[in-house]
């Protein structure tokens, strides 16, 4: 099964400033189709999971344009340009290329 | 607008089967998969399986493979998730979860999740 580590575990943030966070994975994660097949989440206490970015950098519906999403084959980071105060939780990726899925550890940022 | 509802709480023995539902609302039910994915207290989510609302077919988890199934009603647009053989381990929120695109993941949609605890 692919393996997914995140860096940091924790990252405290300062409002306005930008904010980074790694994911990577023990195989490559891209398609033949050429797209790579990793998701980021949001996660606020004692909510559902929220999707920020599918296929490595396309931002779902309605996340705001300071979330993106880079990287390929085992190499992915998430940054925020700017961090609000609503961006706090526990941020995770989860790979889909292979039929077990997988999630990472989880990056808990906090203000 | 597209919606998952799932079933209330549940407080289960060790050695018993509890079994969730997922009532889907907005689309029609059998062009997505419904993916289910559980998280203990404190750990990351782990997927679990799941289910080609049109057809049936199903995928598991090998941690799980034998112990769950998942199930779908069309006429009610329900998909049911059942895990056996209860264990403490078992203590979740049970998520399902649609995805925003035909794709594997992008799972942009999302039941509210059913706190199941197992205790003796």
């Known amino acids: 099964d692919i393996v997914m580590t995140q860096s940091p575990l924790s990252l405290p943030v300062t409002p306005g400033e930008p904010a980074s966070i790694s994911c990577r994975s023990t195989?490559?994660?891209?398609?033949?189709?050429?797209?790579?097949?990793l998701d980021w989440y949001l996660q606020k206490p004692g909510q559902s999971p929220r999707l920020l970015i599918f296929?490595?950098?396309n931002r779902a519906s309605g996340v705001p344009d300071r979330f993106t999403g880079s990287g390929s084959g085992t190499d992915f980071t998430l940054k925020i340009s700017r961090v609000e105060a609503e961006d706090v939780g526990t941020y995770y990726c989860?790979?889909?290329?292979?039929?077990?899925?997988?999630f990472g550890p989880g990056t808990k940022v906090e203000i | 607008q597209v919606q998952l509802v799932q079933s209330g709480a549940e407080v289960k023995k060790p050695g018993a089967s509890v079994k969730i539902s997922c009532r889907v609302s907005?689309?029609?039910?059998?062009?997505?998969?419904i993916q289910w994915v559980r998280q203990a207290p404190g750990q990351r989510p782990e997927w679990m399986g799941w289910i080609n609302a049109g057809n049936g077919t199903t995928q598991f988890s090998k941690k799980l493979q034998g112990r769950v199934t998942i199930t779908r009603d069309i006429s009610a647009a329900t998909v049911y998730m059942e895990l056996h053989n209860l264990i403490s381990e078992d203590s979740a929120v049970y998520y399902c979860?649609?995805?925003?695109?035909?794709?594997?993941?992008?799972?942009?949609?999302w039941g509210q999740g059913t706190l199941v605890t197992v205790s003796s």
């Open positions: 296929l490595g950098s």
């Open positions: 989860m790979q889909s290329l292979q039929p077990q899925l997988t």
């Open positions: 195989q490559s994660l891209q398609h033949s189709n050429g797209y790579n097949y």
């Open positions: 907005g689309y029609p039910f059998n062009i997505h998969d």
């Open positions: 979860a649609r995805s925003v695109v035909i794709l594997p993941g992008a799972w942009g949609h």
